[in-house]
């Protein structure tokens, strides 16, 4: 069943492509932007909602990240997110004009399901977005944005989290659409650039052999670290959970900038640091992590440097150059994720370890 892969892990991620499209399938009608599953949500309702808070764990706690910049990006509505098993501790502030996002593959994690039930007692709507039909928590949830991204058998989520991160575009476009902010032509423009992503990702994962062999060539490091800005932040997270989770190493993701603020003082020699470079234009993203690189290369880190064809400016400060298809900024993470989930994989299987059931790891926590 791993139809030739040695991993699941590595089955699911070459599946990536089709959980992409799959998820964006039939969800473009001529009446309305996005067909969601189960709507118990009224557009009226949608219009008064005044605050979004986007909530799960682990892996998917990262495509939550990304939406928040999405939603904010394109619906102007104030956006949170939140760590399901922190939110309700906190004494969250909710209304009914507040909608509540979770974000869960399994559909059964019990943090995120408290989560929920916490949500509606205070009377806050909640969309859930899961890739598992019929699970307990789309099942308790107002509405449901099913993921297709398929069975998902490694524990470690590669194509569920990408297709989680396209549902969250889809939710931030109806969203976006019900509160008149984006109209029919702007959306059709960004699902057509959303529409090329499986492209993309099909490329990366072609080229999936440079990230074999540096997994040859950093094996032996017992740290690295993973560094992005804007929406490449969560990717950076997202890249060193797959490795601490599958390869039992340190590894940490921060947002570039904050680089100067602390974590600076962890770089020394030969110590392996990925940065996954914004597409140049937007705020000067690109410029700002280019001089990251600069930084952390003037004080001995083995840079593996992430970024879109045509940029030279990462040339000069990159031990390792990996390409990305040009994306728009926002969506860049559908393929930017792609060479880490392959890089932990190789590492993880290089070093030995099982990587579909990594210790101490379940598929679903169904504890709190
Ligand atoms: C974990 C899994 O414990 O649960 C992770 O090991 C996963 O891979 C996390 O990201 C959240 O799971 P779910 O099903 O709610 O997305």
């Keep these: 069943e791993k139809g030739g892969f040695e ?42 909602v005044d605050k979004i808070i986007v909530i799960a764990c682990g892996t998917s706690f990262y495509a939550a990240m990304v939406a928040k910049y999405a939603i904010e990006h394109w619906t102007r ?28 593959q399994s559909g059964e994690t019990m943090d995120t399901l408290m989560a929920i039930r916490y949500a509606r007692q205070q009377r806050a709507r909640v969309l859930s977005i899961c890739n598992t039909n019929g699970s307990t928590i789309p099942r308790e949830s107002d509405a449901v944005i099913y993921t297709h991204a398929g069975p998902e058998v490694a524990v470690a989520s590669t194509k569920g989290f990408l297709a989680q991160v396209v549902a969250c575009y889809l939710l931030a476009l109806y969203i976006a659409q019900v509160k008149g902010m984006k109209y029919g032509d702007e959306i059709d423009g960004i699902l057509a650039e959303i529409g090329r992503i499986p492209d993309g990702i099909q490329r990366m994962l072609d080229e999936g052999d440079q990230m074999r062999k540096l997994a040859t060539e950093l094996a032996g490091s ?106 728009p900024t926002l969506l860049q993470p559908l393929v930017s994720t792609v060479p880490l989930q392959i890089f932990a994989a190789e590492f993880a299987s290089q070093l030995g370890h099982d990587v579909d059931q990594p210790r101490n790891l379940a598929k679903s926590v169904t504890v709190e």
Excluded at 22 to 29: A, E, I, N, Q, Y
Excluded at 77 to 99: H, M, Q
Excluded at 295 to 308: H, K, N, Q, S, Y
Aim: charged share 25%; net charge negative.
């Design 222 to 327: 017992r740290s690295i670290l993973f560094l992005g800005r804007h929406v490449g932040y969560p990717v950076a997270l997202e890249g060193a959970l797959k490795l601490k989770e599958l390869a039992y190493i340190h590894a940490e993701g921060f947002a570039a900038g904050e680089l100067k603020h602390g974590p600076i003082a962890v770089i020394e020699q030969g110590l392996p640091v990925f940065v996954i470079v914004p597409p140049k234009g937007r705020d000067q993203l690109q410029e700002k992590t280019v001089s990251n690189i600069q930084e952390i290369r003037a004080r001995g880190a083995r840079t593996i440097v992430l970024a879109e064809d045509g940029d030279e400016d990462v040339v000069p400060y990159a031990d390792h150059l990996i390409r990305l298809p040009k994306v």
């Design 7 to 48: 991993w699941f892990m590595l089955k699911e991620i070459d599946e990536q492509p089709s959980a992409v499209a799959d998820t964006l399938r039939g969800r473009h009608s001529p009446g309305g932007l996005l067909q969601l599953d189960e709507m118990r949500i009224s557009d009226t309702e949608l219009r008064e």
């Design 77 to 104: 509505t104030p956006c949170e997110v939140e760590l399901a098993s922190e939110f309700r501790y906190r004494d969250p502030i909710l209304n009914k004009s507040t909608l509540v996002v979770t974000i869960s």
